[in-house]
């Protein structure tokens, strides 16, 4: 991204990034995400529920690293997803319990 280009992130994108976290499958992924929203000082509340931010307050610059982070996440999981659905055959066809 150039520094002219201004990018901007109106309720549907938000919104959008908000359902591709809900859809992190990792726990991991997670943690990492979390790493991240400390780094940025979003601000954050905990309770036995879990973690909980309100996105419609999070910086711009700091939207474009979470939505950078999910996009690396997102290409290097449908990567593996390839390569694992070869493995997971060969595992069903074995009929291999873990």
């Keep these: 991204m150039n520094s002219g280009d201004v ?3 109106d309720y549907n994108k938000k919104k ?3 359902y591709r976290i809900q859809n992190l499958k990792k726990r991991k ?3 990492k995400l979390f790493k991240l ?3 940025e000082n979003i601000n954050f509340n905990s309770n036995n529920n879990g973690i909980f931010i309100n996105v419609s307050k999070i910086p ?3 939207l474009i690293k979470i939505d950078e ?3 690396e996440y997102e290409s290097q999981n449908s990567q593996s997803n390839i390569s694992d659905s070869s493995e997971s055959m ?3 066809s074995l009929n291999l319990a873990f």
Excluded: R
């Design 7 to 9: 990018q901007t992130y």
């Design 60 to 62: 711009i610059d700091s």
């Design 37 to 39: 929203i400390l780094n």
């Design 69 to 71: 982070f999910l996009n």
């Design 90 to 92: 060969s595992e069903s």
């Design 16 to 18: 959008k990034i908000v």
């Design 29 to 31: 992924i997670y943690i």
